[in-house]
């Protein structure tokens, strides 16, 4: 039921910038909500890791970076790290009957 | 630092209801955020359930609102979450997290239902 479309994976060497898209319509990034990013490990609660577009939360590395144009957003690493390899999901509001929070599809990023 | 962990039973059958509790320690639930339920089914995405305000009000996600129920205690500084008539499809890891500005900053570890006979 993800209403932000993300692409499945995406890899990098150490060291290497790789950014993941989210892409969605005019009721939720298109309308000018906020996009967040949250870091999933398996077996651990999802980080929130950027906040309001391009915001990094207290402790998360300035390797991080987000941003939000039309209906979509960016998720950036920068230096890539082998800690940096788990899922990522962006996250927006959406006013149509989607319900209020919607997620993206996910994003398995893997460090090569 | 705030806590969230999540506990109930971890099988549940088909037709049945789902009950989960989230308890909230090193924050007042009585305060000012939203505190919210999230399902991610195996080899799924993650899909919002529904959000409890600290007075009551509630929030649904409209693909399972008629199902769902949150309710909040404040005296325990906890919330639940009720899922009746589950299916298989109901088979996912539960989350509870808090909720400001739209997004959630604090979230528990997770607690996987298996919904089978």
């Known amino acids: 039921q993800s209403v932000l479309t993300q692409p499945p994976s995406v890899s990098g060497a150490p060291g290497q910038r790789v950014t993941i898209s989210c892409t969605g319509s005019s009721s939720n990034i298109g309308a000018g909500y906020d996009v967040h990013w949250y870091q999933h490990l398996p077996g651990t609660a999802p980080k929130l890791l950027i906040y309001?577009?391009?915001n990094r939360p207290s402790g998360v590395p300035d390797r991080f970076s987000g941003s939000r144009s039309g209906t979509s957003a960016s998720l950036a690493i920068t230096g890539l790290q082998a800690e940096d390899e788990a899922d990522y999901y962006c996250q927006s509001y959406d006013s149509s009957l989607s319900g209020f929070y919607v997620f993206g599809t996910g994003t398995k990023v893997t460090v090569l | 630092q705030v806590q969230l962990q999540e506990s109930g039973p971890g099988l549940v059958k088909p037709s049945e209801t789902l009950s989960l509790s989230c308890a909230v320690s090193g924050y007042s639930i009585s305060s000012v955020y939203y505190w919210v339920w999230i399902r991610q089914p195996p080899g799924k995405g993650l899909e919002w359930i529904g959000s409890i305000y600290h007075s009551g009000t509630t929030y649904y996600n409209p693909s399972l609102k008629s199902r769902v129920t949150i309710s909040i205690d404040t005296s325990n500084n906890q919330f639940s979450l009720k899922v009746s008539s589950v299916t298989a499809a109901d088979t996912a890891m539960y989350y509870c997290a808090r909720s400001i500005n739209w997004n959630f900053d604090y979230w528990g570890q997770g607690t996987l239902v298996t919904v089978s006979s």
């Open positions: 309001g577009n391009n």
